[in-house]
C-alpha cells in the first residue's frame, strides 16, 4: 500500500465530496470497474465535507483500499474481494482550501459525487463568499468552486459539469443546483455566472442502492491473509448494488456502464422508483433503529431474527407502507420480501448505529411521508410508525453510545428531556412542534400527539419491547 503511487493513475475526473463507507464501497468501487472495463479512464479526487477529521487512513494508504462483497448465488454465500485504486488523493478544504479551489482549474474534471447525508444539501445564510476561508455547507462550498472554475475558463460551455449527488433526498440533483444558485444570488455574483450554472451544468437526480456495512472487525484477520496486507480501510458490502440515474442520454454516453455487467439504470423519471426504495428499504431501516438499538440489538441481521423486532418490521411494511404508495401490491410485496433476504444475509453485518446517523432527518425523509398518507387516505394513525417515532424519541434521550446527529438537534432533544422528563405529554408535544426538524408541527395531526406519548411512557416504564409486543396484542384483530 504504501509502496504504490499515483503516476499511473489516470487523469483527474471525478470530485467526490465525501470518503466514508458507502461512497467507497459504491461509486468508488464502480469507477473503479469502468476504469478497468471501460475507456472511461478516470481518478477520483476525495474532499472531506466536513471539518472535523481528515480520512488519515486513506491518506496513510495512498488512496488504496479494498471492498469485499457478499451475496448469495444458488442458495451460498460468495465473497469477491477488489482493491480500489481509482482515489487520486485527498483534500481537508477546511485546512487545504486554497488547494481545493485549484481543482477548479483541472480541465479533465467532468464530474462531481457526493453523499453529505439527507441534511447536506441545505442552504446557510451565515455561509460568506470567500476565497480564503472554506463555508460551512457543502452547496456553499460548491457554489464557491465553481465560480472559480467560471472565472478561470472565462465561462466556457466546455468547462461545465456532471452532477451525481447520493443524498437520499428527492430530486437531489435539483435540490443541489436551486441551493447553488441560491447562494450565488444571495452573494450577489455576476448574473451571467448564474446562467452558466443553469445551461452548462447538468444536475442528474440519482438513486442508489447497496447495504454498506463498513469494516468487517470479525473477518478481519482472514481476510488481510487474503488480500495480503492489513487494510485499515476494508470496507464490506453486499453484492447486490443498484444505481438509477435520471440525465440527458449524453451522460449514459459519457458513463460507459453498458459496457459493464453494472446494475446501472438512466431513467426519464425516478418518483416510483425512489417511492419505493425510500418508503419500504430505507424506511424499515429507520423504523428498526430504534427498536433494535433500545432492545440492545447491534445489527440489522439480528434486528430480522428477534422474535419481536423482526415480526414487526416486516408488519409495519405489510399493513402501513405498501397499502400507501399506489403501485401493484404484488410487485410491492416481492420487492419487500427481497429487501427482508437482504437483512437477513448475516455477511453483511450491518450496525444499526451507523443506520442511525441524521434519524430525525431519515424519519422526516422515510417515514413521515408514509405516515402523513396513510393517515390521509385511512382516517387514522399507522400505530406501529407512531410506536417507531416514541422509540426515536426514547432514542435521542442522551444515553445511546455513539448516536450522531446535528449538533442543534441533539441539543433540542437534551434539553427537551431535561425540562420534561416526568412529563411525557409535554415533552412529545414539544418535540413534535419542532418544525426545523419535521418540517411541520406534528401535533397538528389528530391523536399522534397522544399515541406517541402513551407509547413513550411504556417505553420508558417497560422497555421498547413490551411496547412492541402491547402494539401487538392491540393491533391483532
Known amino acids: 500500500m504504501n509502496s504504490y503511487t499515483n503516476a499511473n493513475k489516470p487523469p483527474e475526473r471525478i470530485l467526490q465530496f465525501g470518503g466514508g463507507n458507502f461512497l467507497r464501497a459504491f461509486a468508488d468501487w464502480m469507477i473503479d470497474i469502468l476504469n478497468e472495463q471501460t475507456d472511461f479512464k478516470g481518478s477520483v479526487i476525495i474532499v472531506k465535507p466536513t471539518e472535523r477529521g481528515d480520512y488519515v487512513s486513506l491518506r496513510k494508504q495512498n488512496g488504496l483500499f479494498h471492498v469485499v462483497l457478499n451475496g448469495l448465488r444458488d442458495g451460498q454465500t460468495v465473497e469477491e474481494i477488489r482493491q480500489i485504486r481509482c482515489v487520486s488523493r485527498i483534500i481537508q478544504p477546511y485546512r487545504e482550501w486554497e488547494d481545493f479551489l485549484k481543482t477548479a482549474a483541472l480541465p479533465s474534471l467532468r464530474f462531481v459525487v457526493s453523499n453529505t447525508t439527507e441534511a447536506g444539501i441545505v442552504f446557510n445564510p451565515k455561509d460568506t463568499f470567500s476565497l480564503q476561508q472554506c463555508p460551512n455547507e457543502f452547496p456553499a462550498k460548491l457554489a464557491i468552486w465553481l465560480y472559480q472554475r467560471y472565472q478561470t475558463f472565462r465561462g466556457a460551455a466546455d468547462k461545465g459539469c456532471i452532477f451525481l449527488p447520493l443524498e437520499l433526498i428527492p430530486d437531489n440533483g435539483t435540490q443541489l443546483q436551486a441551493c447553488i444558485l441560491k447562494y450565488a444570488a444571495y452573494w450577489k455574483l455576476a448574473p451571467a455566472f448564474s446562467q452558466w450554472i443553469q445551461q452548462q451544468q447538468i444536475f442528474c437526480n ?51 456502464f453498458a459496457d459493464t455487467q453494472l446494475n446501472v439504470t438512466f431513467a426519464q423519471d425516478l418518483d416510483i422508483h425512489r417511492k419505493i426504495k425510500v418508503r419500504l428499504l430505507n424506511g424499515a431501516h429507520t423504523s428498526m433503529v430504534p427498536m433494535g438499538l433500545l432492545s440492545g440489538v447491534a445489527l440489522v441481521s439480528e434486528a430480522m431474527e428477534h422474535p419481536l423486532i423482526g415480526p414487526f418490521i416486516e408488519e409495519l411494511l405489510a399493513e402501513e407502507v405498501i397499502p400507501t404508495i399506489g403501485f401493484p401490491e404484488a410487485d410491492l410485496k416481492a420487492f419487500a420480501a427481497a429487501v427482508f433476504n437482504r437483512f437477513r444475509n448475516k455477511a453483511i453485518r450491518h450496525q444499526l448505529i451507523s443506520i442511525a446517523l441524521n434519524s430525525t432527518s431519515k424519519y422526516a425523509s422515510r417515514l413521515l411521508p408514509t405516515l402523513l398518507d396513510y393517515h390521509k387516505h385511512y382516517g387514522k394513525l399507522p400505530q406501529r410508525m407512531a410506536l417507531a417515532l416514541a422509540a426515536l424519541i426514547r432514542m435521542y434521550k442522551g444515553d445511546t453510545e455513539g448516536l450522531k446527529d446535528d449538533q442543534k438537534n441533539l441539543q433540542f432533544f437534551k434539553e427537551a428531556w431535561s425540562t420534561h422528563e416526568k412529563d411525557p405529554s409535554a415533552l412529545v408535544e414539544t418535540i413534535l412542534a419542532r418544525t426545523q426538524i419535521w418540517g411541520q408541527d406534528l401535533n397538528k395531526i389528530p391523536e399522534l400527539t397522544q399515541t406517541v406519548s402513551t407509547y413513550l411512557v411504556t417505553i420508558e416504564a417497560e422497555g421498547v419491547e413490551a411496547a412492541i409486543a402491547n402494539s401487538s396484542k392491540s393491533l391483532t384483530p
Open 206 to 256: 440519482t438513486l442508489v442502492d447497496r447495504i454498506v456495512s463498513g469494516y468487517p472487525h470479525e473477518h478481519a484477520a482472514r481476510l488481510a491473509t487474503q488480500i495480503g496486507i492489513r487494510d485499515e480501510l476494508l470496507v464490506a458490502g453486499e453484492a447486490y448494488h443498484n444505481w438509477i440515474i435520471q440525465g440527458p442520454e449524453t451522460v449514459a454516453e459519457e458513463l460507459p
